[in-house]
Structures are given as structure tokens and as C-alpha cells.
């Protein structure tokens, strides 16, 4: 079974640009998760989603920052414009909340690099 | 609120030596607990986990027991490979939630 499918995987842009990251959960999954990970920060939980309604997107940093999920099977996290401090590898995770077991399942991650 | 507190890193350690990595929380209620790792260039996956008091989670050679008297869960593994670097984090869900707490990540470093 495919797992989550993040693209792109590697994303370099300049400062002020917009930038969109995708995400495919797995097939089943009614829950999505989109995680920034930094040296700083560490891992960052920015907003999720329960049967594709936005549930908590309390840790957005900022209105630059927006996130979508039009159908259970597709998620995209934008960003515009972008800035320097939004470089990090940005993660998303799928999970099946019914069952309430706390395992989520992550993709392979983003990394954006914005000079 | 809740949260999750984790040694800092990193640990450097030679092959077969013992690990062990302290993990406590805070939250109310009776929280399940988890163990994910995270390999170079790799997303998180689950470790193990313990959803209630005395339990204990194995995988892979490691092991945590859900301590609720000491509310901690602390990982070990008695003789780690050089395949075991990589990122730990311990985290919580509350009952009925659906949102994991995590700490902030112990980068474990073996050196063959």
C-alpha cells in the first residue's frame, strides 16, 4: 500500500514567491496533519484535519499561510510570499481517528529552502 | 496544558552500549503514550506505544513502561546498533482527542 505521498520533495524559491506543497493521504484515513519541523523549533503541529474540515489550525504562524483540503484524498499547504524564515521540511501525516490509536502515519517531507 | 518533556540530545554512544532516553509528561486524565522514530531523511514512524498505566510498548529491541505514578515513560534498548541513529520523540493523546503531544525530539548518535 502506498504510504502518504508529499511533492514536492525538494523546493528551492526566492523570497516573496508563493509556494504550494501537496499532500496525498492514505486511502481510508480521515484525518490529515500538517507538521513544520526546524533545528529551532522543532516539530510544529501547523493545522488539522478531520473528515477534510479544518479542526485546529491554531499553529499557522501567520495569514501568509494556508492550508486546503478539498476531497479526503488531497491536501496542499501554501505559502504567500514566501520568507527566509518559512525554510524548514514541512510534514504531513494521515491517521484514521476513529479508531483513536494515535498512530499517524508520516510522508517523507518538503524541504523548502526560501533565499 | 499538556505536554511532553524529553532529554536533550544529542546522544553519542558505542555499538552494544545501552540506551536509555527519559521522557516525562504532563496531562490529565489517563493519556495513551508513544514512542516515534525518525531515521536521516525520513518522516516519522511509531516506535511503540502503552495506553494505559503499566504497560509496556516493545519494538525492535526497545522497550517503555507507562510509569503514571512518576507520569513518565522512558525508553531503553540494552544493545543498540549502529542502524538505531536517529531521532526520538515521545508523545501523548489524550482520551478521546485525536491531536499527539510531542516533545521536542532526543537525536541518538551510534558510533560502530
Known amino acids: 500500500d502506498a504510504g502518504v505521498i508529499q511533492s514536492p520533495r525538494h523546493e528551492v524559491t526566492e523570497m516573496g514567491q508563493e509556494v504550494t506543497l501537496r499532500c496525498k493521504p492514505i486511502?481510508?484515513?480521515?484525518?490529515l496533519f500538517w507538521y513544520r519541523q526546524t533545528m529551532m523549533r522543532g516539530l510544529e503541529l501547523l493545522i488539522y484535519?478531520?473528515?477534510?474540515?479544518?479542526?485546529?489550525d491554531s499553529g499557522m504562524p501567520e495569514d501568509r499561510f494556508s492550508a486546503k483540503m478539498p476531497n479526503a484524498s488531497f491536501s496542499t499547504l501554501k505559502i504567500q510570499p514566501s520568507e527566509p524564515r518559512d525554510s524548514a521540511v514541512y510534514f504531513c501525516?494521515?491517521?484514521?481517528?476513529?479508531?483513536?490509536?494515535?498512530?499517524?502515519?508520516f510522508g517523507e517531507g518538503s524541504r523548502l529552502t526560501v533565499l | 496544558g499538556d505536554s511532553v518533556t524529553q532529554m536533550e540530545g544529542p546522544v553519542t554512544l558505542s555499538e552494544e552500549a545501552f540506551l536509555t532516553i527519559n521522557c516525562t509528561y504532563t496531562a490529565t486524565g489517563y493519556p495513551s503514550l508513544f514512542w516515534y522514530v525518525q531515521y536521516p531523511g525520513e518522516g516519522l514512524q511509531l516506535l511503540l506505544k502503552a495506553t494505559k498505566a503499566d504497560d509496556k510498548g516493545s519494538n525492535k529491541g526497545f522497550e517503555a513502561t507507562y510509569r503514571k505514578e512518576t507520569t513518565s515513560f522512558h525508553l531503553e534498548k540494552g544493545s543498540v546498533q549502529v542502524s538505531d541513529s536517529a531521532v526520538y520523540f515521545c508523545a501523548l493523546l489524550k482520551a478521546a482527542g485525536n491531536k499527539l503531544t510531542f516533545g521536542g525530539g532526543t537525536r541518538v548518535l551510534v558510533k560502530p
Open positions: 486511502s481510508g484515513h480521515n484525518s
Open positions: 484535519f478531520n473528515n477534510n474540515v479544518p479542526i485546529d
Open positions: 501525516a494521515s491517521s484514521f481517528s476513529g479508531r483513536g490509536t494515535g498512530e499517524l502515519f
